[in-house]
């Protein structure tokens, strides 16, 4: 018997095989869940080729649904098409993230209002909008969970990514206070320094290589994702059934020892 028997779970930012989310699909079937995932624009042939690579315990594929948090008719059409597929839905995995070329980098004062406006909302307001979409069918209470790199510091190069993500975690807190009386919970998994698609796009990357794994007290292995995926599934499990508002460290530690 898995931890998610049963469940039914939508899933975002599956990419390629190497996105955290991959790794959090993967341990939620084994875990007895039914997933779902979702893609945009041009990367939505390369999920529903990744999603191939997955399948269900019955043989079945998995099916990917078309979601572009830019556009608001997507919100609909994502809730519809789960919503006659399944009828309900049990947990949603936040794994959305993008700013654009001059919000990374060497120069933080070099970002324009529009393309901040961009990161903060495909990265941010994005999670609020996954509520939009999925709290009309959460009828028996649900679990949403985010990706995070914290921000309790200014990192290197991360620049407006990491305003981002810091206003991320504040509306998680407030998402958490708004659906707890729905038995609706939101937690962020704060996770450690990965290779990904995702990590390529940011400038210095290696820094956090490099010192990652010497500083952290439990060490860190950049290709291992594993750790950072059970904390999400245990998350969207029934195990952590009063904790909402909240950022789990998947780190190694490093957090709480600093720089």
């Not at 979601?67 to 936040?94: I, M």
Request: net charge negative.
């Amino acid at each position: 018997m898995g931890m998610l028997d049963g469940k039914k779970l939508v899933i975002t930012g599956v990419l390629t095989d190497a996105s955290l989310a991959f790794g959090v699909a993967r341990i939620a079937l084994d875990e007895g869940a039914d997933i779902v995932l979702t893609g945009a624009g041009r990367a939505l042939s390369l999920t529903r080729r990744t999603a191939r690579k997955l399948g269900q315990s019955n043989g079945a594929d998995i099916d990917v649904f078309e979601l572009d948090v830019t556009v608001p008719e997507h919100v609909e059409s994502v809730r519809d098409a789960v919503a006659a597929k399944w009828g309900r839905v049990d947990g949603v995995l936040h794994a959305i993230g993008f700013a654009p070329e001059s919000c990374l980098g060497d120069d933080f004062f070099g970002a324009p209002w529009d393309d901040v406006a961009v990161a903060m909302h495909i990265s941010t307001y994005s999670l609020k909008t996954l509520a939009d979409a999925f709290v009309p069918l959460m009828d028996q209470g649900g679990s949403f969970v985010g990706l995070d790199f914290d921000n309790q510091q200014a990192w290197p190069a991360y620049n407006w990514m990491g305003v981002a993500k810091s206003a991320l975690q504040s509306l998680s807190r407030y998402l958490a206070r708004e659906l707890g009386p729905q038995q609706i919970r939101c937690n962020l998994v704060a996770a450690g320094p990965i290779k990904t698609m995702a990590a390529k796009s940011i400038p210095g990357f290696k820094l956090f290589e490099d010192t990652w794994d010497g500083r952290a007290p439990l060490g860190w292995d950049v290709q291992n994702s594993e750790p950072v995926a059970r904390a999400c599934v245990a998350l969207l499990s029934d195990w952590f059934p009063a904790t909402t508002g909240e950022i789990i460290h998947v780190d190694g530690g490093y957090h709480a020892v600093g720089a």
